[in-house]
């Protein structure tokens, strides 16, 4: 199994409510990530997970709220997003065997709107 | 801190064309670089990187990139372009950051392919 699914593919939430974001995957990964990609725009890098520790946290508002409860889950829990927030959101996992040269292996994103 | 710079913001070919979508990166290390591809409505998927060692480096659907260190380019190239190759190009290269690593990706260049 080479999937990482992402739950769900799209969501529409306002500014007060309080969302999460579900990414799993079953290969076995030790390091799994959260991208941000706005529209015409590369990913852009939020959180890093490895061995189920946050090892690295992109500045990223404390609005976003990552969780790795185990090795093959990784949440983002949403709360007080703002408009400018909506994009896709990717979730990506790699072995951690070498790092540097590491192949990410991405979701097909959820694809969230801010009203 | 390393970075790749994508030259060309959209590429048009014809169906059975070459298609050359074009990187040069900016290192101070001998760097790891990639090429993703991104269909619509999805995530990325990996098509080739270099590591170490052989500077042209084969991928999947054809297509391949040439690690060129006196140029500090990473092109990439598929000899007969198919419909099917209409998505956006990623190029990218992982840098050492504290607290582990992280892909750094070009702004993209989105292949169109006439028919």
């Known amino acids: 199994d080479t999937e990482v699914t992402q739950t769900p593919k799209h969501l529409v939430m306002g500014m007060t409510n309080k969302k999460s974001l579900k990414c799993e995957q079953h290969m076995g990964h030790r390091a799994m990530y959260w991208y941000k990609q706005k529209a015409k725009k590369p990913p852009e890098l939020m959180f890093v997970?490895?061995?189920?520790?946050?090892?690295i946290n992109e500045s990223v508002p404390s609005r976003f709220s990552p969780e790795c409860p185990n090795s093959s889950l990784l949440n983002l829990h949403l709360h007080a997003l703002q408009p400018e927030d909506s994009a896709l959101y990717l979730c990506?996992?790699?072995?951690?065997?070498?790092?540097?040269?590491?192949?990410?292996?991405f979701g097909p994103g959820t694809r969230l709107t801010v009203l | 801190a390393q970075s790749v710079t994508q030259l060309g913001s959209h590429v048009s070919v014809s169906e059975g064309a070459l298609v050359l979508l074009r990187c040069n990166y900016s290192s101070s290390v001998p760097p790891y670089l990639f090429w993703y591809v991104q269909y619509p409505n999805q995530g990325l998927q990996l098509l080739l990187k270099?590591?170490?060692?052989?500077?042209l480096v084969k991928g999947i659907n054809g297509f391949e990139a040439e690690f060129k260190k006196s140029e500090t380019s990473f092109h990439l190239t598929k000899p007969s372009a198919h419909m099917s190759d209409a998505a956006e190009y990623f190029c990218a290269v992982s840098d050492q950051v504290a607290g582990g690593f992280k892909t750094i990706f070009g702004a993209g260049t989105r292949l169109f392919v006439k028919a």
């Open positions: 997970y490895s061995y189920e520790k946050l090892s």
């Open positions: 990506a996992s790699s072995t951690e065997a070498s790092g540097l040269t590491d192949t990410q292996y």
């Open positions: 270099y590591t170490t060692g052989a500077t």
